[in-house]
């Protein structure tokens, strides 16, 4: 147990321990050995602290907060860990912590030579308040609230002839059920053009990618002179849905071809757009070398971490306007930071200022109204003018069972949402009893509708393969290659942990071990033909984006051989594949089922979703609500315990930052 009387070598100790149970990273430990070594005999809390605060950067934290950490000590090490049912152990930080009071606590840490107060000069931790943070994500963490802050500030000049442009855009007023409705899409054109950073979030079919279109051709007919415009996005996986989106939408603009002309339709990683430089965490792109362009878009924002975006803001020059789009409810990054979310915490509400409502109604001709509205004070909420919320979803519309699902778990309402399972046909709950559930393994291999689980790519791998003895540049094996892709990507069988039975090691090892015990591959490891593969690193050497998913499929080589070739989509809008020998990718997994957040910026026609059979910390109604969202026609829940649906629903995620009051003190 901690205590005032506990030494460096004796809160060591309890750390290795920490490290063997696998609660603690080696990375955590070794960080604490060395600022022990700088400064000898340093106070067992102040190192304790430092621990924490590094184990929770690998959470997602931004920070330690020392009075949530006393008041929920487990939860400081994210406990109990994936694939784990439960803990009962005297090395537990709900034992050791006990007789820590947070007082004590903060008095250690401000007598400590390891620390600063925000302000001070360098030390390798920071106090702020009742947070702790690593000097680094400190740093990160200022450095965005300022620029955020200088942009939020940023009023721009709006055209005369706005209110022509944006009749001349959305020539419609908004119908549902016979209703004329609030066009949030225009309302958020027109706040976007009056201002240099602009936030839009909404659901699946909100029409955040219709918004964007508009607005763009908007900028770019009132322009004096061509914009240089770059769209981008955090994964190769949701740069390639924004392609196919946009390229789509842009020809059907009611705007001169020259104005059709400069807005793009590629779209980019952020790492690509940045200029990753390999073997660093540094870009080519920085404040001393901005990035060339007048806009940026950035599409799926929830994904993106505070070094992110720390980076994007010092890259981008002065002048550019910022458009971020994003699901706020949805996961935020597997790495530090909740920004989407902090950032849009006045969205529900709006908190517009009259002035700002009476402009948006001049402008728009549209009445902003909604049940959730709250009226802004002047001189207060100056973020809240920068975001907008797209309200009414085209794609879960009406009575969409899969809508009224993500309404009910986002809303966490677990007995709603459990008779929205019994209430409609495209979602249900299945149970699994056991790990060769008859249940499971036939909803892998037949699935629902046309997306007939994973039997459906197999159909066409092996039922629809060209005819012997054609060449490899005949088109018919890339149609095939490409059915093949197609067919693989209706359906989706999701995770929400990594280890442990119902984790993606565990059922992606025992898929291709029942796969092909039914003669449907022709084996279960290595390198075989119908393995689909996750690409968890970025290769630009080969074109190939963290999260694309490739097949591999045994091709014609010439004199009657055969090679096995992994097929990718080119993921460019062109609907082109590329080809790649297994020995040429290091970074890949087998993906039969993927976690959730792998899944973001994708949808299936069928996704499966699968719960452990214990409650664990990352099972939060985000991480439901994502994976429900990934659905297009159907969705079914696989149970595997009593109760951790019901459980998850009435979690959050909790991202520990200091954003949002950085924010609000810099306004």
């Not at 948006?360 to 004070?377: D, F, N």
């Not at 591999?552 to 020998?581: C, I, K, M, Y």
């Amino acid at each position: 147990m901690i205590t005032t009387e506990t030494t460096p070598s004796g809160l060591l100790e309890l750390l290795e321990h920490w490290v063997t149970l696998g609660w603690l990273r080696p990375l955590d430990q070794a960080l604490t050995h060395f600022l022990a070594e700088q400064v000898p005999q340093t106070d067992a809390r102040v190192l304790l602290a430092a621990a924490l605060a590094s184990h929770q950067l690998g959470h997602g934290h931004v920070c330690l907060d020392l009075a949530a950490t006393l008041a929920e000590p487990d939860f400081a090490l994210s406990l109990p860990p994936e694939g784990e049912d439960g803990l009962a152990d005297a090395w537990l930080p709900s034992t050791q912590l006990a007789d820590l009071n947070l007082e004590s606590w903060l008095a250690a840490l401000a007598d400590s030579a390891l620390v600063a107060a925000a302000g001070e000069p360098d030390r390798p931790l920071v106090l702020k308040g009742e947070r702790l943070y690593l000097r680094r994500y400190w740093r990160y963490e200022q450095g965005v609230a300022r620029a955020l802050s200088t942009r939020i500030d940023d009023d721009r000049t709006v055209p005369a002839d706005l209110h022509c442009w944006l009749e001349r855009l959305f020539p419609e007023p908004l119908m549902l059920d016979g209703v004329r409705q609030t066009d949030w899409q225009k309302l958020a054109c027109a706040l976007a053009v009056s201002s240099g950073f602009t936030l839009i979030t909404g659901g699946p079919g909100t029409g955040k990618t219709t918004t964007v279109v508009r607005l763009l051709a908007l900028l770019q007919s009132t322009a004096e002179q061509p914009l240089r415009i770059r769209l981008a996005a955090p994964t190769g996986k949701a740069a390639a849905r924004l392609t196919e989106s946009i390229g789509a939408q842009v020809a059907s603009l009611p705007v001169d071809e020259r104005v059709r002309a400069h807005i793009p339709a590629e779209v980019s990683t952020l790492h690509r757009l940045l200029g990753s430089l390999p073997g660093s965490r540094h870009f080519r792109h920085h404040a001393g070398n901005p990035l060339p362009l007048d806009v940026l878009v950035v599409d799926e924002a929830s994904m993106i971490d505070l070094e992110m975006m720390h980076s994007l803001l010092m890259a981008l020059p002065s002048h550019a306007r910022l458009l971020m789009l994003g699901d706020k409810d949805q996961l935020a990054s597997v790495e530090a930071g909740a920004l989407l979310g902090d950032l849009c915490c006045y969205a529900e509400q709006g908190l517009y200022t009259p002035e700002r409502l009476a402009w948006l109604e001049q402008v728009s001709g549209e009445r902003v109204a909604h049940p959730s509205l709250v009226p802004g004070e002047p001189g207060r909420h100056a973020l809240a003018q920068r975001v907008l919320m797209l309200r009414y979803s085209r794609r879960f519309a009406g009575g969409s069972g899969i809508g009224r699902l993500a309404e009910a778990v986002n809303g966490q309402q677990p007995a709603l949402a459990r008779e929205q399972l019994q209430r409609f046909d495209e979602v249900a709950s299945v149970r699994v009893r056991g790990e060769q559930d008859r249940a499971l393994n036939r909803l892998l291999h037949q699935g629902r509708g046309a997306a007939a689980g994973y039997g459906d790519y197999l159909t066409q791998l092996h039922g629809e393969r060209p005819a012997t003895g054609t060449a490899f540049d005949d088109t018919a094996w890339h149609q095939w290659a490409g059915r093949v892709l197609t067919a693989f990507d209706r359906f989706r069988l999701l995770c929400a942990v990594r280890r442990g039975p119902w984790g993606v090691e565990g059922l992606n090892q025992r898929i291709a071990g029942l796969l092909h015990r039914r003669g449907l591959l022709e084996a279960e490891e290595g390198w075989y033909e119908g393995r689909p593969v996750l690409v968890t690193r970025n290769d630009y050497g080969l074109g190939l984006m963290n999260g694309d998913i490739g097949i591999a499929l045994r091709l014609p080589e010439g004199d009657g051989r055969t090679v096995l070739r992994v097929a990718f989509p080119r993921n460019d809008g062109s609907d082109g594949l590329r080809f790649v020998l297994p020995s040429r990718l290091s970074d890949v997994e087998t993906v039969f089922a993927m976690t959730v957040h792998k899944s973001q910026g994708s949808e299936f026609a069928h996704t499966a979703l699968i719960l452990p059979h214990v409650l664990n910390p990352i099972l939060t109604k985000e991480l439901l609500y994502t994976g429900i969202t990934r659905a297009r026609d159907w969705f079914t829940l696989l149970e595997t315990g009593q109760g951790v649906f019901e459980q998850a629903i009435g979690r959050r995620v909790e991202r520990r930052s200091g954003l949002l009051e950085t924010l609000q003190q810099q306004g």
